[in-house]
């Protein structure tokens, strides 16, 4: 029996729908593999992280982490929800503002932001937080022709291991991001010196997927320990602290994992006693979850071609692969498949979900408990609303696939499946190649 979630269930037809709308039905009406989001969700988790720190700390914005899935709908439903926005890049800068975010609610962070870079998040005003003191020199010497004020911040790398995937941990003290303690003061007080720099904040992001808040408890001390220092020292009140995204979701049944409210619990009252401990202005928390919003909120559809035994194994094979859910392979992510025209079937074999892509790295999800599949199945992976689409490729020479929008409206289509003229789009053949 499936265990229905309250935005996945299993309609009367039987078939795993989501927000209402029934899976099997969509997929007749589109093609496989498809994305699909539940609108509603994305509201309610972003409500739920907001109203957990809103109870227990007061002031705070939450500021999706676009990363995640930077569809233009679901910005424009986060931008609806009043949410600001953590981007990397200009591409993310043109598709937050595209989505009629503003300025003042975007936080621009990345690593090696080029001067170009640097320039155009100047000229639009959204707030620069800097990842080295490289990247601060630069940006003093482009305020300083260009004479425009820059509002800056500076990320911390706060040393403190999240305990997740490695690839998923940005704050260990090897790790390529952040400014270490032992420099950021300079830092700041170079920005307090440069004429055309406002200082507003200061920023942390410890890792993704994180399921712990001990983690977040020693990060959040050392970070509240630096601003007590900028204050002491330099004398900056800051406006805002950003501790960052990362709270991890329930991709396995019975996982640990925490809430916005336990983190708020464990946390909040560090932030207090530091604010009374070093006489602060209660500052602004600003938080940047990308997965916690639309992760559990999207599913991927994919049917099945093929059902193939070896001598050793039994493949599920599927018409998707790695170019279109990518973290199975480079995280050994699970993901829970759910059979979606048949999800209350009971549990007969042990399954390999192979994909389609020419590389035997490819199997979205290994030695799972299905049942009985044939051609035609349509699978359902779980909780593949953030980091799924975003990362898909065109490897294999496979167009990227639709996704839709599910909400009491039914379901929109919100991104075409790609076709093949898109494989060829923007390649150029030299006249010499044309010749016989
Ligand atoms: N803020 C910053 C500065 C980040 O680098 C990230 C994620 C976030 C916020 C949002 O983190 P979240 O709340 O989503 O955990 N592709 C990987 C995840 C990479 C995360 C990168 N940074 C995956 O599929 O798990």
């Given at each position: 029996m499936f265990e229905s979630k309250s935005h996945i269930t299993v309609n009367p037809q039987g078939n795993l729908a989501l927000g209402g709308v029934d899976l099997v039905k969509l997929v007749d009406r589109h093609s496989t593999p498809l994305y699909v989001y539940d609108e509603q969700r994305i509201r309610q988790r972003y409500r739920e992280f907001k109203e957990a720190f809103e109870k227990y700390y007061g002031d705070v914005e939450v500021f999706y982490a676009c990363k995640a899935n930077s569809n233009l709908a679901i910005l424009h439903i986060l931008r609806q929800e009043e949410a600001g926005v953590d981007i990397l890049s200009e591409g993310e800068l043109y598709l937050t503002l595209l989505a009629g975010i503003r300025p003042e609610k975007i936080i621009f962070t990345g690593n090696n932001k080029t001067d170009k870079e640097l320039e155009k998040a100047l000229k639009v005003g959204v707030t620069i937080n800097l990842d080295?003191?490289?990247e601060l020199d630069r940006l003093i010497r482009i305020t300083e022709r260009e004479k425009l004020r820059a509002k800056v911040s500076f990320r911390v790398n706060p040393e403190v291991s999240p305990e997740t995937h490695p690839y998923l941990s940005t704050g260990l003290k090897e790790s390529k991001f952040g400014i270490h303690e032992n420099v950021i003061l300079d830092g700041y007080?170079?920005?307090?010196e440069a004429e055309f720099l406002d200082i507003v904040g200061i920023h942390m992001h410890i890792g993704s997927q994180i399921t712990k808040t001990s983690p977040y408890e020693v990060a959040t001390a050392r970070l509240f320990d630096?601003?007590?220092r900028?204050?002491?020292?330099?004398?900056?009140?800051?406006?805002?602290?950003?501790?960052?995204?990362?709270?991890?979701?329930?991709y396995k049944e019975a996982q640990e994992i925490i809430t916005p409210e336990d983190l708020a619990k464990a946390i909040v009252?560090?932030?207090?006693?530091?604010?009374k401990e070093y006489s602060l202005k209660k500052p602004e928390l600003i938080f940047e979850p990308?997965?916690?919003i639309v992760g559990d909120a999207g599913i991927m559809l994919t049917r099945v071609s093929t059902v193939k035994s070896t001598p050793y194994k039994k493949f599920i094979g599927c018409d998707s692969g790695f170019h279109v859910l990518l973290r199975p392979v480079i995280y050994s992510a699970y993901h829970e498949v759910i059979v979606a025209n048949k999800p209350d079937e009971k549990p007969q074999e042990i399954v390999d979900i192979a994909g389609n892509v020419c590389e035997s790295g490819d199997i979205l999800a290994r030695d799972r408990k299905l049942p009985t599949i044939e051609k035609?199945?349509?699978?359902?992976f779980l909780d593949s609303g953030a980091y799924g689409?975003?990362?898909?490729?065109?490897?294999?020479?496979?167009?990227?696939?639709?996704?839709?929008?599910?909400?009491?409206?039914?379901?929109?289509?919100i991104r075409q499946v790609e076709d093949f003229s898109s494989l060829i789009e923007k390649q150029l053949i030299p006249e010499r190649l044309m010749k016989e």
């Amino acid at each position: 029996m499936f265990e229905s979630k309250s935005h996945i269930t299993v309609n009367p037809q039987g078939n795993l729908a989501l927000g209402g709308v029934d899976l099997v039905k969509l997929v007749d009406r589109h093609s496989t593999p498809l994305y699909v989001y539940d609108e509603q969700r994305i509201r309610q988790r972003y409500r739920e992280f907001k109203e957990a720190f809103e109870k227990y700390y007061g002031d705070v914005e939450v500021f999706y982490a676009c990363k995640a899935n930077s569809n233009l709908a679901i910005l424009h439903i986060l931008r609806q929800e009043e949410a600001g926005v953590d981007i990397l890049s200009e591409g993310e800068l043109y598709l937050t503002l595209l989505a009629g975010i503003r300025p003042e609610k975007i936080i621009f962070t990345g690593n090696n932001k080029t001067d170009k870079e640097l320039e155009k998040a100047l000229k639009v005003g959204v707030t620069i937080n800097l990842d080295s003191l490289h990247e601060l020199d630069r940006l003093i010497r482009i305020t300083e022709r260009e004479k425009l004020r820059a509002k800056v911040s500076f990320r911390v790398n706060p040393e403190v291991s999240p305990e997740t995937h490695p690839y998923l941990s940005t704050g260990l003290k090897e790790s390529k991001f952040g400014i270490h303690e032992n420099v950021i003061l300079d830092g700041y007080k170079k920005a307090k010196e440069a004429e055309f720099l406002d200082i507003v904040g200061i920023h942390m992001h410890i890792g993704s997927q994180i399921t712990k808040t001990s983690p977040y408890e020693v990060a959040t001390a050392r970070l509240f320990d630096i601003i007590g220092r900028i204050k002491n020292n330099l004398g900056i009140e800051l406006e805002f602290a950003d501790l960052g995204g990362g709270v991890g979701i329930e991709y396995k049944e019975a996982q640990e994992i925490i809430t916005p409210e336990d983190l708020a619990k464990a946390i909040v009252p560090i932030i207090n006693e530091k604010i009374k401990e070093y006489s602060l202005k209660k500052p602004e928390l600003i938080f940047e979850p990308g997965r916690f919003i639309v992760g559990d909120a999207g599913i991927m559809l994919t049917r099945v071609s093929t059902v193939k035994s070896t001598p050793y194994k039994k493949f599920i094979g599927c018409d998707s692969g790695f170019h279109v859910l990518l973290r199975p392979v480079i995280y050994s992510a699970y993901h829970e498949v759910i059979v979606a025209n048949k999800p209350d079937e009971k549990p007969q074999e042990i399954v390999d979900i192979a994909g389609n892509v020419c590389e035997s790295g490819d199997i979205l999800a290994r030695d799972r408990k299905l049942p009985t599949i044939e051609k035609g199945d349509v699978l359902a992976f779980l909780d593949s609303g953030a980091y799924g689409f975003i990362m898909a490729s065109q490897y294999n020479s496979r167009p990227r696939p639709a996704e839709v929008l599910v909400s009491q409206e039914g379901a929109e289509l919100i991104r075409q499946v790609e076709d093949f003229s898109s494989l060829i789009e923007k390649q150029l053949i030299p006249e010499r190649l044309m010749k016989e």
